[in-house]
């Protein structure tokens, strides 16, 4: 009660597949499918809470006879923590593999700029990034001067002015 937010009377009122948000809402009739298979399911969707918010749940559900009358049994949790913690493992694997093909370019490259476009290539594709760059000082104009990007850097890096003036 306390997790959706609802009455048991408001959540007694629901139809089948009434904690879900509309997205989810195609899926119900494949979880239920699943559901009566003899071992029954467990699966992942999205719930929705009476303020509106959505939220994973991971669902375990099966028929079962229970004094004399078929029943539907699920334990539903939320399983939001764990989908933040997923995450950051999935980030952490994405930078541990770009610093590893970093690792690589370093041992690999011939010259400075072919270091600098591999260390930008792998962070965009090991990384996933959307882009990466490096800039060098030039002392004259006092501004930082890509020399190296990889990614979708070009629009960006055409209109940005960054100097070494400490103002």
């Known amino acids: 009660l306390s997790t959706y937010g609802h009455t048991l009377e408001e959540l007694r009122d629901l139809p ?3 904690l879900r948000p509309p997205e989810a809402v195609a899926e119900t009739a494949e979880h239920l499918r699943l559901i009566d298979q003899e071992d029954g399911a467990v699966f992942e969707t999205l719930h929705r809470r009476k303020d509106g918010s959505i939220f994973p749940v ?3 559900g099966r028929r079962a006879a229970i004094g004399g009358e078929t029943r539907l ?6 399983v939001t923590l764990r989908k933040k913690h997923e995450a950051e493992i999935e980030r952490l694997n994405r930078l541990y593999a770009a610093h590893s093909q970093v690792n690589q370019a370093i041992v690999h490259a011939e010259t400075r700029d072919v270091l600098l476009r591999e260390v930008c290539r792998s962070l965009v594709e090991s990384g996933r990034f959307v882009m990466a760059w490096v800039g060098w000082p030039d002392p004259t104009s006092r501004r930082i001067a890509p020399v190296a990007h990889f990614g979708d850097a070009a629009a960006y890096l ?5 100097t070494i003036d400490s103002e």
């Not at 049994?73 to 939320?78: G, S, W």
């Open 158 to 162: 055409g209109d940005i002015r960054i």
């Open 58 to 60: 991971e669902v375990s």
């Open 73 to 78: 049994l699920l334990v539903i949790r939320d």
């Open 16 to 18: 089948l597949g009434g």
